[in-house]
């Protein structure tokens, strides 16, 4: 089983509706949980943390996680076509100083 | 503010040669990680260093190894180059060891070994 687990996509929704990306991880000690975007050619940007059981919201991007159920998830509301990118799920291991990153999910914003 | 420097930005070496590459971390950043990732893969954890030291290391070989100056920049050292080892390195900063806060990433450098 891999430590982090994401569906590989391609998403593809329409401009303008919600795009949803799942990511599930095995390690049930694991305290901080973080969303990166990387655009085609470029290295990785932070766009969410959470490290609480519930949802968090900033702008039109709310992230979700369950602790119980080992699974955080992306809401991306109003998707545009500039959202288009590979969103990667990262969890840091518990105990140590390492960030496990998930291979990604490609999400196509059609306009 | 400068993010984080990464040098070279890209670099093609040949089977069995070394390759150093450079990080410098965002201002007031103390903490390095190495990254390697493959085409269409995510990042995968070579190491951390913070205060100098060597922190924790991912599953990567010992031709894989590491430096942070007292300046906390960085250098990334790779020995007996294999075809396996073209991917493109990042490196990533922060202000807490434990990676409480997320990464802030430099741009990458795209090594090709043919």
């Known amino acids: 089983q891999k430590e982090v687990e994401q569906n590989s996509g391609p998403l593809s929704v329409p401009e303008g509706a919600i795009a949803s990306l799942n990511c599930t991880y095995s390690?049930?000690?694991?305290?901080?949980f973080f969303w990166y975007r990387q655009y085609s050619g470029k290295s990785p940007e932070l766009i969410m943390s959470i490290y609480s059981n519930g949802d968090k919201e900033d702008g039109r991007f709310t992230a979700q996680l369950n602790k119980a159920s080992q699974y955080v998830s992306l809401l991306i509301r109003d998707s545009q076509p500039s959202d288009s990118a590979t969103y990667l799920c990262?969890?840091?291991?518990?105990?140590?100083?390492?960030?496990?990153f998930g291979a990604g999910t490609r999400l196509f914003v059609k306009a | 503010d400068a993010g984080v420097t990464q040098s070279p930005t890209h670099l093609i070496k040949t089977r069995g040669q070394q390759v150093t590459l450079r990080c410098s971390p965002k201002?007031?950043?103390?903490?390095v990680s190495w990254y390697q990732q493959a085409l269409g893969q995510g990042p995968q954890f070579i190491f951390q260093y913070y205060e100098e030291e060597e922190r924790q290391r991912g599953n990567f070989p010992d031709r894989f190894s590491g430096h942070q100056f007292p300046n906390y920049s960085s250098e990334l050292n790779v020995n007996a180059l294999l075809l396996g080892d073209s991917a493109l390195y990042l490196c990533?900063?922060?202000?807490?060891?434990?990676?409480?806060?997320?990464?802030?990433f430099g741009s990458g450098t795209r090594l090709t070994v043919v």
């Open positions: 201002s007031g950043h103390d903490t």
């Open positions: 390690d049930r000690g694991s305290q901080s």
């Open positions: 990533a900063s922060s202000s807490d060891p434990a990676g409480n806060y997320g990464y802030t």
């Open positions: 990262a969890v840091n291991a518990p105990g140590g100083f390492k960030t496990i």
